[in-house]
């Protein structure tokens, strides 16, 4: 039993240690470079070089489509409120709303430190329950 407990422990100490670029998918955004000029970035600032992008208006119309140059930008006279929706083809999805501020979302590293103190909580319960049943 002791031992099984120390494998535990092995596996969640080197879970919180990975270096978290490993840890973490990397997200895709779109950001608005000029009046008429998108970017598709991932979330350490590389441009998607692979992405389509469809922009649409308000009432859902599209109104343009097109790959983007190898920069991550894609050039599209924008106005406020038109949908702009950008697919690699590899799973990754974005989308923005002209004349909107692109939200940052939760802080990484307590979400994931939540996460991992939430399984290393369950897999205790699990372990409590099992010694007691031994002892039983």
């Known amino acids: 039993m002791k031992l099984s407990v120390a494998i535990?422990?092995?596996?969640s100490a080197s879970l919180i240690f990975l270096p978290m670029q490993y840890?973490?998918?990397h997200?895709?955004?779109i950001e608005q470079v000029e009046v008429n000029v998108?970017?598709?970035?991932?979330?350490d600032g590389t441009?998607?070089?692979h992405a389509e992008v469809v922009v649409f208006s308000e009432s859902g119309e599209e109104l343009g489509r097109g790959n983007v140059e190898r920069d991550g930008t894609f050039k599209f006279p924008l106005?406020?409120?038109m949908l702009v929706v950008a697919e690699d083809g590899f799973g990754h999805r974005a989308e923005y709303v002209a004349g909107t501020e692109v939200p940052t979302g939760l802080p990484r590293l307590p979400v994931v430190s939540l996460v991992l103190f939430g399984f290393i909580a369950i897999a205790g319960v699990?372990?409590?329950r099992v010694?007691?049943?031994n002892q039983a």
């Not at 535990?8 to 596996?11: A, D, G, S, V, Y």
């Open 131 to 133: 010694k007691k049943k």
């Open 8 to 11: 535990l422990l092995i596996l």
């Open 23 to 25: 840890v973490f998918a």
């Open 47 to 49: 441009a998607n070089r």
């Open 27 to 29: 997200a895709m955004s």
């Open 126 to 128: 699990f372990h409590y």
């Open 79 to 81: 106005e406020e409120g």
């Open 38 to 43: 998108v970017r598709v970035v991932f979330d």
